[in-house]
């Protein structure tokens, strides 16, 4: 029997802001500085980019939603619109909420557009402004800030300071600039600023402004990582750039190869050599990455590679998000050898499983993959990190021994898990020969033709591959939230989405999110799979839907598909979940 | 004097230029080891094809890796544990075909390893195609009316590319060869020695070879001269071209850390994280 959720009317609906501007702007810099502000305050906060793939011009949105409760993804529709160019005004001119302020940069747009009642539009002269503070390039961001500053009841004082902490080029002028714009608009907010309280004693101990690549670095990082070598490409190029930035304090290196294929060669090179590792890029990097990949499961070296999704096929849509990768993950690599492939459900979860993937695979000398996509890579959250990082529960890295006998690499043992040992005069005497082999070999790593070894060889590793797989039972491999009503299954960013549209949902869900893709945790999903089933995904041909018909007897009711690149908004979602409940 | 051998059948063709080049490493090894070297810290790679069988027939650690990608490979291994004397093993293929993005950037980087390039100027292993080093007219399978392109000139190339330390050798000259790879192996930087070596299934021109080959007496003077030695069409010219001190890029990345042994305990991550 259906129920309706009787949470909803006493639900506040999260604030939201959004600032729109050309590329190069800094409108993105000025929502992260407003997100962290608010993060600090104590507040749950979601802040999240829509971007083109250019440097200067075009048009960018970032959006912040916040909340006293925790905010899962990002709202289209705004409370307080910051558009400071023409083009903004217009393409958000009906994204507001009711009561909604859209403040606009009147020197920009003269006239003002057909708008709902309800709004109240502000223009600013922010260009005119700018001109006389400004002798050198101008900020216009600086304006973003100040409105926010002012919408959110924050003080002159607090506004200055920020400036001060969080740009370190032109800071007097910036800070004349966003002064006179805060006095300019002060006043038009006096009755419905929302007097964010300043020096409130945080309701999240610990809480950090993280974004999804930020989470998988640091849990990276956590599980022990040396290495991370990459070739740039969005939207997984922030965990380089930000593991490059932690070089001296994390003792850690990034390392920007000439192309994915020398990325994964050379992690490849260097897990021989004692390093934990890791690569990362989107699809079509991760396609040139593929021949490094069943190097991995032949020579059975621990590598983490990391896969963040964009709209594909070839080079797709560079800045934005999608699920298509799911089949290229679970079969990436040529020839047999077993991997595993999870795909975290949240910022703190994207933390936590990173450092159990990285584990697994030294565990298990096996690469794994870490599925991720834009929307979970580059939007960021509020994360409790020490808590996190404290629940998650990491065996302790193995000691190595000296062995008296002959030393094989590919040594058969009870569980196809050989001994690994490292080369250099620090790990072993001069008898210690260790041969990895993209050939098949015999136990010592030499190079092999005959029938019996080959058949043994496969046999060692599927005998690894499956405990590698068991293994994945001590962790948690799928999320489950939500107590009653119709089962959704979805993984990755689409959990974070569904979560937030079951706050606007007038029935009750439940989401089951697939942490481990594979494999896929058969036993522990038998309680959903009685009732006909919601699968939601950002795929054109339902990937997610169709995996998960060939692995359980799973009647799907709907297939809710979206493939624009853009996150669901959760509004929408919710809509379109009732629509699937009801049909 | 080590054996440095192992159980593996031999499976060059009798005659094989490869045979020299192996003794000619064994010989550079031991010299190296006599020299207080441990055994345990040379370790190499290789790719893919008739040169990649070094690999088994040297009882050395090391990485048998993807054709072309061996010096990837070996550059990874370096960064890890820069206390290791790392030595890469390429044919015409692996080293200026499949993988010649990454030589080059090995070059520039002047990264602290040895590159020597088995050249037979065809693809042996895969029956004698043309390579990125085979002669204009060379006819192979895949050339059957002969290549119309002209070779690299690996030496050149690689010391245009940043290449510190490069030099030629002979496999008809074992002894030669042998001072060379020590020499390369103890060089700070990227060392590059192209081996001249026939094929005597599908490219023999060793008489060729053994009547063009001249030894250079001294290291030429400046960088023009040793590309114009090394690029000579008349004398095939053996020696060291260019042997130079330039910032070598695991020092500069890493100083004196050596990441495989100074690494944070889990404990210390989770504090750090934490705070």
Known sequence: ?583 | MRELGTNKENTWCTGCGNFGILNAVKKAINSLVAEGVPLADIVMTSGIGCHGKIFDYLALSGIYGLHGRAIATAEGIKLANPKLTVISFGGDGDSLGEGLEHTLFAAKRNIDLTLILHNNGNYGLTTGQFSPLSTLGYKGLSTPFGSIENPFRPIPLLIEAGATFAARGFSAKPDHLASLIHQAALHKGFSFIEVMQPCVSYNNNYTELNNTVKMLDIVPANLNQAIDLAGDSDNVYLGVFVRKQLPVYNESLLGSFIPVKERFTLAQRRKMLGS
């Open chain 1, 1 to 583: 029997m259906l129920q309706t959720n009787s949470l909803l009317p006493q639900m506040n609906k999260p604030k939201t802001i959004l600032i729109g501007g050309k590329a190069g702007e800094g409108v993105k810099k000025a929502a992260q500085v407003i997100a962290a502000l608010l993060c600090q305050n104590g507040y749950h906060v979601f802040q999240q980019d829509d971007y083109q793939s250019l440097i200067k011009g075009g048009h960018n949105f970032s959006g912040v939603s916040f909340a006293e409760e925790p905010v899962h993804t990002g709202y289209q529709k705004a409370d307080l619109i910051v558009s400071l160019d023409k083009r903004s005004l217009q393409t958000h001119i009906n994204d507001c909420n009711s009561g909604a302020i859209h403040c606009f940069n009147s020197d920009d747009c003269l006239q003002t557009m057909d708008q709902d009642s309800s709004v109240t539009l502000l223009g600013y002269p922010l260009n005119a402004m700018m001109k006389e503070v400004y002798s050198k390039p101008s900020n216009v961001s600086m304006a973003a800030l100040a409105i926010c500053f002012a919408w959110l009841g924050y003080s002159e004082e607090l506004l200055c300071d920020t400036i001060a902490k969080e740009f370190k080029r032109d800071v007097e002028d910036n800070i004349r600039y966003a002064k006179e714009v805060f006095k300019l608009c002060h006043p038009d907010f006096l009755s419905t600023n929302l007097s964010i309280p300043q020096n409130s004693i945080p309701l999240l101990p610990g809480a950090r402004l993280l974004s999804g690549n930020q989470a998988i670095a640091q849990g990276a990082w956590l599980a022990g990582l040396d290495f991370y070598y990459a070739y740039p490409m969005t939207p997984a190029s922030s965990i380089l750039h930000y593991l490059a930035l932690k070089q001296q304090t994390y003792k850690t290196f990034a390392i920007h190869a000439e192309s994915e294929l020398a990325a994964a060669n050379m992690a490849i090179g260097s897990v021989f050599a004692g390093a934990r590792t890791a690569i990362g890029s989107s699809g079509g990097g991760f396609a040139l990455m593929q021949e490094a990949f069943s190097l991995a499961g032949m020579a059975e070296a621990p590598l983490l590679c990391i896969v963040s999704s964009r709209p594909g096929p070839a080079t797709g849509v560079s800045t934005y998000t999608a699920q298509e990768d799911l089949m290229f993950a679970l079969y990436q690599g040529h020839g047999e050898f077993g991997r595993i492939v999870a795909s975290p459900d949240s910022a703190a979860r994207a933390l936590t499983l990173t450092a159990e993937l990285l584990s697994l695979a030294w565990e298990f000398q096996s690469p794994v993959i870490l599925l991720t996509d834009k929307h979970l890579s580059e939007s960021s959250a509020d994360v409790a990190v020490s808590q996190v990082v404290e629940s998650c529960s990491l065996p302790d890295e193995p000691n190595l021994t000296e062995s008296t006998d002959t030393y094989n690499r590919y040594e058969f043992t009870d569980n196809g898990v050989s001994p690994l040992r490292f080369p250099g005069s620090d790990f072993g005497d001069d008898s210690l020969m260790i041969k990895w082999n993209s050939h098949e070999h015999h136990p010592s790593g030499l190079r092999t033709d005959s029938s019996e070894s080959i058949k043994a060889m496969k046999d060692k590793r599927n005998l690894k591959s499956r405990g590698l797989q068991e293994a994945t039972k001590n962790y948690q491999r799928i999320a489950v939230y939500g107590d009653s009503g119709p089962v959704v299954y979805a993984y990755g960013s689409t959990v974070l989405e569904l979560r937030e549209a079951a706050k606007h949902c007038s029935y009750k869900f439940r989401i089951v999110a697939l942490i481990y893709l594979l494999p896929l945790a058969i036993d522990d999903l038998q309680d959903y799979i009685r009732d006909e089933a919601i699968v939601v995904e950002h795929s054109s041909t339902g990937t997610l839907a169709t995996y998960l018909q060939q692995n359980l007897t799973l009647k799907i009711k709907k297939s809710i598909l979206h493939y624009d690149g853009r996150p669901f908004d959760p509004i929408e979602l919710a809509l379109l979940i009732e629509e699937a409940i009801d049909a």
